[in-house]
């Protein structure tokens, strides 16, 4: 607790973007107001203890995935929900990681920390050629040193991130490193990956907070467009990404990590808020993230989905807009209207 009340990032940087601080980084979109530093302490503790010693576990559906079409990698684009926020998407013969977590605990520690309740849906020797992988942010759940490491050695890909984190992966030999700030913008083998503002935080020491830049990610092709959430708290953001840079054939959002409110609205989406953010970011299809992976929060494993749905139903959505895929699957994006034309 020491360490956190020392680890403040200062005051605005003046002629610096509003989200720059002296140290690091803010939120700058108005939004809950974060839970107090011991508040947080006693839930950090709990919710450790939990997951070491008493952790769930889940029956959550998962597929074989087709590795022959996936490591052809040719044809309309996909995506493959690994697992949490690790997606596989092949756009105009581009493979693309998001978030990348292999490990069975997101966790600085192999021995505590949150655990997998559902194994990852695609094995990482089975990937295809990785060319380029996005990361939001450097939580454990995202950003897992010992994945980012099997990857470079083995793909040798361009990782792509936002400001502060380019450090982290220098300290581990890897230069193939883009870092952007909100807005920025680089073009990497015919797709353009813009790094668009988040509402959360970032940390994975108590004496780093918001030390690194967070955000989430547009993906943009020859004709298709993916927005990545990464892991973000509802907030006003979500309609300037889709009128800047809008709208996106699939838009990936979280709904998990939800409970307890005072501990997470201010950082996750709950599967309601979720929704609301993929109409503001003018979305066609809805990819839920951050779910039935790893044991972060205090709902049940299964939950999320559900509400996603009663949600959808209640605000009379097209369910097929609702893509809630298992562990493993693969699906192709497209646009509905060009679907519709096609019957």
């Known amino acids: 607790m020491l360490a956190t009340g020392c680890a403040q990032v200062g005051g605005p940087v003046p002629g610096a973007p509003a989200h720059h601080r002296e140290g690091g980084y803010a939120n700058v979109n108005p939004s809950a107001e974060p839970a107090g530093s011991w508040r947080r ?20 559906p998962a597929v074989t995935s087709d590795l022959a079409a996936i490591r052809a990698g040719q044809g ?3 995506v493959t929900w690994v697992g949490h926020a690790t997606l596989l998407v092949q756009l105009d013969g581009v493979n693309v990681l998001t978030d990348p977590q292999w490990s069975e605990r997101a966790s600085p520690v192999s021995f505590a920390g949150p655990r997998r309740v559902s194994a990852p849906g695609l094995k990482l020797e089975d990937l295809p050629p990785i060319h380029v992988v996005v990361i939001s942010h450097d939580h454990y759940d995202h950003l897992d040193e010992a994945t980012v490491k099997r990857l470079d050695a083995a793909h040798h890909p361009r990782f792509v991130v936002p ?15 883009d870092e952007l700030d909100w807005w920025g913008a680089v073009t990497l083998k015919g797709l353009t990956f ?9 940390g994975r020491t108590p004496w780093d907070r918001n030390r690194r830049l967070w955000s989430g990610w547009v993906v943009a092709g020859r004709s298709k467009r993916l927005y990545f959430a990464g ?4 907030f006003g953001g979500f309609k300037e990404i889709g009128t800047r840079l809008g709208p996106f054939d699939l838009a990936a959002i979280p709904i998990g990590a939800y409970v307890p409110q005072i501990i997470m609205k ?27 992976t790893f044991d972060l929060a205090e709902e049940p494993p299964a939950e999320p ?15 097929s807009r609702v893509w809630v895929l298992k562990h493993g699957e693969t699906r192709r ?7 519709l034309l096609s019957v």
């Open 163 to 177: 400001l502060g984190l380019k450090a982290w992966f220098a300290d581990l030999g890897i230069t193939a490193v």
């Open 194 to 202: 813009t790094c668009v503002p988040a509402q959360h935080f970032s």
């Open 231 to 234: 892991d973000t708290a509802y």
């Open 305 to 319: 989905p559900e509400r996603l749905m009663a949600e959808a139903r209640r605000l009379q959505l097209d369910l």
């Open 76 to 78: 309309p684009p996909t």
């Open 41 to 60: 302490f006693t839930f950090f503790v709990s919710r450790l203890w939990a997951a070491t010693f008493t952790p769930r576990t889940a029956s959550l």
């Open 266 to 292: 201010a950082s996750h989406t709950t599967p309601e808020e979720a929704l609301r953010a993929f109409a503001d970011v003018r979305g066609e299809r809805f990819l839920p993230i951050h779910w039935g």
């Open 333 to 339: 994006w497209f646009s509905l209207t060009a679907a």
